[in-house]
């Protein structure tokens, strides 16, 4: 079993729908959490990050840590075309490596 | 702006043959990062580098070497590039390692191994 898990996709919504992104993860050491957004023939960036439990709200963006579940979620509102991207959940350990999940396809539709 | 390059976009080489995948970062990070990535994998890393002349294996380093001479320059070596070497190549640099570790990542190369 992959520490982190992610469902590949791709999710296909129309314009004005609201995403729901997660990942589930094993290891309970993990305290900080991030989201990277990935565009076609680019490389990630950092979208969201959150450390330890809790919500993190960025514009259209919400980032939720619900560490006794193990689950993380990534929220787009008014989701647009330009969202259209893969995202990958990364999780860490205080002092260790990134480890990243295999990242969602999403496609916005007009 | 942070700035990642990679030598190139797309490299296709012959099985056996010795292959340099080259990164230069302009904002004198400290830590440097080869990753690849494969569908369904995700990023793995294969090594990463804390200063210059230093290395430290990551979770796949089987088969690869890397070279780290200048703090801005981080070299990933394919010694004798084999079929399942086959994938996308992610370079990435960041500040500390200490907390969220942000990374910023080139826009990739894409390693054909025929």
């Known amino acids: 079993q992959k520490e982190v898990e992610q469902d590949p996709g791709p999710l296909s919504v129309p314009e004005g729908a609201i995403v729901s992104l997660n990942c589930t993860y094993s290891?309970?050491?993990?305290?900080?959490f991030m989201w990277y957004r990935q565009y076609s023939r680019k490389g990630p960036e950092l979208l969201m990050y959150?450390?330890?439990?809790g919500n993190k709200e960025d514009g259209r963006f919400t980032a939720q840590v619900d560490k006794s579940s193990k689950y993380i979620s990534l929220f787009i509102r008014d989701s647009q075309p330009s969202d259209s991207a893969t995202y990958l959940c990364?999780?860490?350990?205080?002092?260790?490596?990134?480890?990243f999940g295999g990242g969602t396809r999403l496609m916005v539709k007009p | 702006d942070v700035k990642v390059t990679q030598s190139s976009r797309y490299l296709v080489k012959r099985t056996g043959e010795k292959v340099f995948l080259e990164c230069v970062q302009d904002?004198?990070?400290?830590?440097m990062f080869w990753y690849r990535q494969d569908p369904g994998l995700g990023l793995r890393l294969i090594y990463f580098?804390?200063?210059?002349?230093?290395?430290e294996k990551g979770d796949i380093p089987e088969g690869y070497s890397v070279s780290r001479e200048k703090k801005e320059r981080f070299s990933l070596i394919l010694e004798s590039a084999s079929t399942n070497q086959t994938s996308m190549y992610l370079c990435?640099?960041?500040?500390?390692?200490?907390?969220?570790?942000?990374?910023?990542f080139g826009p990739g190369t894409r390693l054909t191994v025929l």
């Open positions: 959150t450390y330890s439990s």
């Open positions: 290891n309970s050491a993990f305290q900080y």
């Open positions: 990364a999780m860490k350990e205080a002092g260790n490596m990134l480890t």
């Open positions: 904002m004198d990070h400290e830590n």
């Open positions: 580098s804390y200063d210059v002349k230093m290395k």
């Open positions: 990435a640099s960041s500040l500390s390692l200490a907390g969220r570790n942000e990374q910023f």
